[in-house]
């Protein structure tokens, strides 16, 4: 019997996901597991950037992309669809969030929706490894540096050159064809300067 | 070129790779150990010089703070400042700026009481870092290539022109005995390697200033850099500034970056036949692009700069007709 291929019946995410899930410390059994996923990800939707300890973001970052993936693919008016979105977002005002704000942001994405990056650790202090989890084009300043706008920085200067060189070598390119079609050209221009004589 | 090394091409690396194992050029071991010597022993006379300890003042402006460093006269480096600013601090300064205008290598001890600041590769403006970068990068590029052909092969580097990033590649001349060589990609792949291997070594570049007679005696089995020397001491108040990594020892203006680490992404992407009137074996032109470890880029981006690097550079072609020294270095760095 052949089974369903998975990617057939789901979206295929963006991330990498892991082929095993993490048990946290869970007195209260697996549910408690989901509580603590599902309290992750509404702060994640709420805030847009959260700082947290690492498996913790890592893996609820799969949760808030299967959901954002499944509201972009579904829309509003999907009845299970809207069953996650209730069952994930403990702040249900973030529903509307969710249908109305990110998912028109994330539509033409081709990647991620989420970026997870490693924060420093206070030290001294506990030894957690820190992470910080956040939607895309979400409206605070970037926590990456800025290695684009400042034209001074080596690679900067390497790609220009680079540019340069693709330029003259197209603009050479060019030229040789016109070149190649002068003989064909001369009797047009020819003609045309004789018409606009013409029309004086 | 004996049938041999037509059949395995000129590379050490590359004729292992194939199987056929030749032992290690002895003649340049030889060569590093007897400069290694020379230079070993100058440095420990310079250390022993300086005599009784004197104190300096070292007014450090920057990041994280501005302080201020009690330090040792003739002994202190800007390298030791920075460990004392911390981890990151040591770790990405490239170079030393005394004063707010001498560039000084991070490895070269403090004369005087001065203002010291620290420069990196994302300040404002970094053209004096990238400057730095890529004169390091063709000096790292000669110690690479002086080692990486076979024992039959005769090389005897020439110079590197005062480095120009817009240049689009860092390079080094290099006569070699090869008729009409023209370097296969594998064979520009393994000096990539060999270069990548030099820089995962975290060898730290040492700086030394010599008399004119100890730097001839170092370079006495180099032509070109013996012809080189008395015009750029003429220019230096009759001293020569020597560059060390590993066991390779060049001439440079100089300064340097403190570790090889810095280098990232890096890549040997052309060797080109030089047209010039130098007497003996051919010139050719070794250039290359990298990239400092600090800047990170994707791949596609790294290989247009790859691409651009493979046209011939438009830096200056040594010949007998100029005068012989180019960024070795003196005359160059003169006129900008």
Redesign the interface.
């Known amino acids: 019997m052949n089974q369903a291929e998975v990617s057939k019946l789901v979206s295929q995410l963006r991330i990498k996901a892991p082929t095993r899930l993490r048990k946290f410390r869970n007195p209260k059994g697996p549910e408690e597991r989901l509580n603590k996923m599902r309290k992750t990800v509404t702060a994640l939707v709420k805030h847009e950037r959260i700082e947290l300890n690492f498996p913790r973001a890592h893996e609820a970052r799969m949760y808030a992309e299967r959901l954002i993936s499944d509201a972009i693919r579904y829309g509003d008016c999907h009845k299970s669809t809207m069953e996650m979105a209730d069952y994930w977002l403990v702040e249900k005002q973030l529903v509307h969030k969710l249908f109305k704000v990110l998912a028109p942001r994330y539509e033409h994405y081709n990647i991620a929706c989420t970026r997870l990056l490693t924060a420093p650790r206070p030290y001294p202090g506990p030894e957690d490894k820190k992470a910080i989890l956040e939607l895309r084009g979400n409206p605070y300043p970037s926590l990456l ?1 800025d ?1 684009t706008s ?1 034209k ?4 900067n ?3 220009d ?2 540019k340069k ?2 330029r003259t070598r197209k603009y050479a390119e060019i030229a040789a064809k016109i070149v190649a079609a002068e003989p064909n050209l001369e009797k047009p221009v020819v003609a045309a300067n004789s018409d606009q004589k013409a029309g004086e | 070129m004996n049938s041999l090394s037509r059949t395995w091409g000129p590379l050490k690396s590359l004729s292992r790779s194939a199987g056929y194992i030749i032992k290690r050029n002895v003649s340049s071991t030889e060569e590093y150990q007897r400069q290694g010597e020379i230079f070993a022993y100058e440095q420990k006379k310079q250390t022993e010089s300086v005599g009784r300890i004197e104190k300096i003042e070292v007014r450090y402006e920057g990041q994280p703070e501005n302080c201020i460093f009690t330090m040792n006269k003739n002994i202190s480096t800007p390298y030791d400042c920075a460990k004392h600013l911390g981890d990151k601090f040591r770790d990405r300064s490239a170079v030393a700026l005394l004063d707010g205008k001498t560039l000084w290598h991070m490895h070269k001890p403090l004369p005087n009481s001065c203002t010291l600041e620290l420069l990196h590769y994302h300040i404002q403006n970094p053209s004096a870092v990238n400057k730095v970068f890529w004169r390091t990068c063709s000096f790292l590029l000669g110690a690479v290539a002086s080692d990486a052909f076979k024992t039959n092969i005769g090389l005897h580097l020439h110079s590197f022109p005062s480095p120009s990033v817009k240049s689009g590649s860092f390079i080094y001349d290099i006569q070699l005995d090869l008729e009409n060589w023209q370097p296969t990609k594998p064979e520009l792949k393994v000096l990539s390697l060999e270069f990548i291997k030099l820089c995962q070594k975290e060898l730290p570049i040492e700086c030394l200033d010599v008399d004119k007679d100890m730097a001839l005696e170092i370079f006495k089995n180099n032509p070109h850099k013996t012809e080189q020397i008395p015009d750029i001491a003429a220019h230096n108040g009759e001293k020569v500034t020597l560059f060390k990594v590993g066991p390779h020892i060049d001439i440079s203006r100089g300064p340097m970056l403190p570790n090889t680490n810095h280098v990232g992404r890096v890549t040997v992407t052309n060797i080109l036949k030089l047209d010039t009137d130098i007497k003996g074996a051919p010139v050719y032109r070794f250039q290359g692009v990298a990239l400092p470890k600090f800047i990170t880029l994707n791949h596609f981006a790294y290989g247009l700069i790859e691409e651009r690097g493979r046209i011939l550079n438009s830096g200056r072609i040594p010949g007998d007709y100029d005068s012989l020294n180019e960024d070795n270095s003196f005359l160059a760095h003169a006129s900008q």
């Open positions: 540096p290695t400042n001074n920085l080596i690679h200067i390497l790609l050159e680079a060189a693709y």
